[in-house]
């Protein structure tokens, strides 16, 4: 019977749904709904296989953010920026499951994660490695482009009202004597023309600088007893009383402006510590903590908190930001992450990450000149301007 439709049913496995292909008897149609029949069955398998997906970044030059993983060939090795979203196929998030199940995931320290969950689902080549998707992106959510995108960011940095005042940010620099000639020399130069109220704290007290010695001996590494006797002075009466606490390295650069922007989205009567989050031990009992290179911001009811815990280093050149990290855990008190601190250099982080930031911080002088790492990446704050304009015109 000529115009007579007849329809073909096949099932798919995989979410037992039926596809209903509408045609006709003439040969033609017959061939067509044959060719999308193939067709569809292809793309179901696709679905069955396993699929890591992303915004590829890749490091131009091996890093130790990233342990030096693929020293040879850094760019040979991509992982997702986690602003723009990431996706797993189900069957790869079945097995990832079982694989966690069977051998529970170990890990000395956890330091961008973006980068070693790539590593962990690559698996040495016996996983899927990262497939790039254009339209998972960083841009604007009101650039033009953006239409052609599934995910974009925010185009607003932190801000949840007036900025903190400078004055209500008390600055611990940590330091030491063969530093004073060149590091603490770089924070006059910088940032440190930004801040109220700061002091150097040294295992020598020069009045031209001037430092202050707390009666710590320096240390070579860790710097636990050092950072302790601040917590200690910034709850005494020797230090204007602010909300704020800031604890840097003397080869950390940062900018305060931002900063103070940043904390007016946190309540400094809750327990905050806020920075760059590293993990030790996480997966098996371990706990996270604020790495120390890229700043440490506490407000005071954590300090309080912290002290009146009992927590106390186990030496003087004990990690202070893991104790700190430890003795965090052990009150339940969170560890908040901000990607905007940065315990590494600029050169340490792939620039389509840091494209579709306003940095707050980076730290080390190594093979750089920090003054102009300050002025390329931290001086300006034009933005922080318009965005206080914005948030009035809004009010």
Same mark, same amino acid.
């Given at each position: +019977?000529? %115009? +007579? *439709?007849? /329809?073909?049913?096949? =099932? $798919?496995?995989?979410?037992? =749904? $039926?596809?209903v292909i509408q045609s006709q008897r003439n040969s033609f149609h017959v061939r067509q709904a044959e060719k999308l029949r193939k067709d569809l069955l292809l793309q179901t398998q696709a679905l069955q296989e396993e699929w890591f997906l992303g915004k590829p970044l890749h490091d131009e030059e091996s890093t130790i953010i990233h342990h030096y993983a693929f020293s040879e060939n850094p760019a040979a090795f991509q992982y997702p920026d986690f602003s723009a979203g990431w996706?797993? /196929?189900i069957p790869l998030v079945n097995r990832l499951t079982s694989k966690i199940e069977e051998e529970p995931l170990k &890990? @000395?320290?956890?330091? @961008?994660?973006?980068?070693e969950v790539a590593l962990y689902i690559w698996e040495d080549g016996k996983g899927p490695r990262l497939?790039? $998707?254009?339209?998972? *992106?960083?841009? #604007?959510?009101?650039?033009p482009r953006a239409q052609y995108c599934a995910t974009t960011v925010s185009s607003q940095s932190p801000l949840c009202g007036q900025p903190v005042k400078s004055d209500n940010i008390f600055i611990a620099v940590k330091t030491c004597k063969k530093f004073h000639s060149d590091r603490v020399l770089v924070v006059?130069?910088?940032? %440190?023309? !930004?801040?109220?109220?700061?002091?150097?704290?040294?295992d020598y007290a020069d009045p031209s600088i001037p430092t202050i010695n707390l009666g710590v001996p320096n240390t070579e590494r860790g710097h636990c007893g050092k950072t302790f006797a601040?917590?200690?002075?910034?709850? /005494? /009466?020797? $230090? #204007?009383?602010?909300?704020?606490?800031?604890?840097v390295d003397d080869d950390t650069l940062i900018s305060l402006p931002r900063l103070q922007a940043l904390l007016s989205c946190y309540d400094f009567s809750e327990p905050v510590c806020l920075g760059e989050r590293y993990g030790y031990g996480l997966g098996q009992g371990g706990y996270s903590y604020i790495t120390? %290179?890229?700043g440490m911001v506490f407000s005071r009811e954590a300090v309080v908190q912290l002290l009146a815990s009992g927590c106390k280093c186990y030496s003087n050149d004990a990690p202070d930001d893991m104790v700190l990290g430890m003795c965090l855990n052990a009150l339940r008190v969170p560890v908040t992450h901000s990607p905007l601190f940065h315990q590494a250099r600029p050169e340490d982080y792939a620039k389509e990450f840091l494209a579709h930031q306003t940095p707050i911080s980076f730290h080390k002088h190594w093979n750089i000149d920090p003054i102009a790492v300050f002025n390329k990446w931290l001086k300006n704050d034009k933005?922080?301007? %318009?965005? !206080?304009? &914005?948030?009035?015109d809004e009010l």
């Amino acid at each position: +019977m000529v %115009g +007579m *439709c007849f /329809s073909l049913f096949f =099932v $798919v496995d995989l979410r037992d =749904v $039926v596809f209903v292909i509408q045609s006709q008897r003439n040969s033609f149609h017959v061939r067509q709904a044959e060719k999308l029949r193939k067709d569809l069955l292809l793309q179901t398998q696709a679905l069955q296989e396993e699929w890591f997906l992303g915004k590829p970044l890749h490091d131009e030059e091996s890093t130790i953010i990233h342990h030096y993983a693929f020293s040879e060939n850094p760019a040979a090795f991509q992982y997702p920026d986690f602003s723009a979203g990431w996706a797993l /196929s189900i069957p790869l998030v079945n097995r990832l499951t079982s694989k966690i199940e069977e051998e529970p995931l170990k &890990s @000395d320290f956890t330091i @961008d994660l973006k980068h070693e969950v790539a590593l962990y689902i690559w698996e040495d080549g016996k996983g899927p490695r990262l497939t790039g $998707v254009p339209e998972l *992106c960083t841009i #604007p959510e009101h650039n033009p482009r953006a239409q052609y995108c599934a995910t974009t960011v925010s185009s607003q940095s932190p801000l949840c009202g007036q900025p903190v005042k400078s004055d209500n940010i008390f600055i611990a620099v940590k330091t030491c004597k063969k530093f004073h000639s060149d590091r603490v020399l770089v924070v006059k130069k910088t940032w %440190g023309k !930004q801040a109220s109220l700061l002091e150097y704290y040294s295992d020598y007290a020069d009045p031209s600088i001037p430092t202050i010695n707390l009666g710590v001996p320096n240390t070579e590494r860790g710097h636990c007893g050092k950072t302790f006797a601040i917590l200690r002075r910034f709850l /005494s /009466s020797h $230090v #204007p009383n602010t909300d704020w606490l800031l604890i840097v390295d003397d080869d950390t650069l940062i900018s305060l402006p931002r900063l103070q922007a940043l904390l007016s989205c946190y309540d400094f009567s809750e327990p905050v510590c806020l920075g760059e989050r590293y993990g030790y031990g996480l997966g098996q009992g371990g706990y996270s903590y604020i790495t120390g %290179g890229g700043g440490m911001v506490f407000s005071r009811e954590a300090v309080v908190q912290l002290l009146a815990s009992g927590c106390k280093c186990y030496s003087n050149d004990a990690p202070d930001d893991m104790v700190l990290g430890m003795c965090l855990n052990a009150l339940r008190v969170p560890v908040t992450h901000s990607p905007l601190f940065h315990q590494a250099r600029p050169e340490d982080y792939a620039k389509e990450f840091l494209a579709h930031q306003t940095p707050i911080s980076f730290h080390k002088h190594w093979n750089i000149d920090p003054i102009a790492v300050f002025n390329k990446w931290l001086k300006n704050d034009k933005h922080t301007e %318009g965005l !206080q304009k &914005s948030t009035k015109d809004e009010l």
